[in-house]
Protein backbone atom coordinates (compact mmCIF):
# COMPACT_ATOMS: atom_id res chain seq x y z
CA UNK A 1 0.00 0.00 0.00
CA UNK A 2 1.49 3.71 -0.93
CA UNK A 3 1.43 6.47 1.88
CA UNK A 4 -1.53 8.46 1.09
CA UNK A 5 -1.02 12.19 0.29
CA UNK A 6 -3.96 13.67 1.84
CA UNK A 7 -4.61 12.44 5.54
CA UNK A 8 -7.76 13.80 8.00
CA UNK A 9 -5.99 14.93 11.68
CA UNK A 10 -7.90 15.71 14.33
CA UNK A 11 -7.69 19.29 15.92
CA UNK A 12 -9.16 20.92 18.98
CA UNK A 13 -12.48 21.90 17.26
CA UNK A 14 -12.51 18.78 14.19
CA UNK A 15 -10.27 17.72 11.82
CA UNK A 16 -8.45 19.64 9.30
CA UNK A 17 -6.75 17.85 6.02
CA UNK A 18 -2.58 17.35 5.63
CA UNK A 19 -0.81 17.25 2.52
CA UNK A 20 1.49 15.43 2.86
CA UNK A 21 3.48 15.82 -0.05
CA UNK A 22 3.47 19.83 0.47
CA UNK A 23 3.79 19.17 4.33
CA UNK A 24 1.00 21.50 4.76
CA UNK A 25 -2.46 22.34 5.86
CA UNK A 26 -5.01 21.54 2.88
CA UNK A 27 -8.21 23.48 3.30
CA UNK A 28 -10.52 24.45 5.97
CA UNK A 29 -11.21 23.47 9.38
CA UNK A 30 -14.39 20.66 9.30
CA UNK A 31 -16.54 19.61 12.38
CA UNK A 32 -17.29 15.62 10.44
CA UNK A 33 -14.38 13.81 8.91
CA UNK A 34 -14.46 14.48 5.03
CA UNK A 35 -14.20 10.84 4.40
CA UNK A 36 -15.60 11.46 0.84
CA UNK A 37 -13.09 14.39 0.05
CA UNK A 38 -10.21 12.48 0.89
CA UNK A 39 -10.94 9.43 -0.62
CA UNK A 40 -11.41 11.87 -4.20
CA UNK A 41 -8.17 13.69 -3.71
CA UNK A 42 -6.39 10.52 -3.04
CA UNK A 43 -7.72 8.87 -5.88
CA UNK A 44 -8.89 10.52 -9.53
CA UNK A 45 -9.12 14.00 -7.92
CA UNK A 46 -11.49 15.09 -9.84
CA UNK A 47 -11.79 18.81 -10.24
CA UNK A 48 -15.67 19.37 -10.52
CA UNK A 49 -16.51 16.47 -8.12
CA UNK A 50 -13.81 17.88 -5.70
CA UNK A 51 -15.67 21.28 -5.56
CA UNK A 52 -18.90 20.24 -5.35
CA UNK A 53 -18.02 17.85 -2.11
CA UNK A 54 -15.94 21.48 -0.65
CA UNK A 55 -19.44 23.25 -1.41
CA UNK A 56 -21.05 20.57 0.44
CA UNK A 57 -18.98 20.47 3.05
CA UNK A 58 -18.76 24.13 3.75
CA UNK A 59 -22.51 24.27 4.00
CA UNK A 60 -22.52 21.77 6.81
CA UNK A 61 -20.03 23.81 8.72
CA UNK A 62 -21.95 26.53 7.97
CA UNK A 63 -25.43 25.07 9.22
CA UNK A 64 -23.95 23.50 12.76
CA UNK A 65 -22.07 27.46 13.41
Known sequence: ????????RGVPG????W???GRRWW???????????LTE????????RVSALL???RAVNLTRS
Open 1 to 8: MSRRRYVA
Open 14 to 17: GYRI
Open 19 to 21: DNK
Open 27 to 37: GDLYELCPDDL
Open 41 to 48: LNGAADQA
Open 55 to 57: KRY
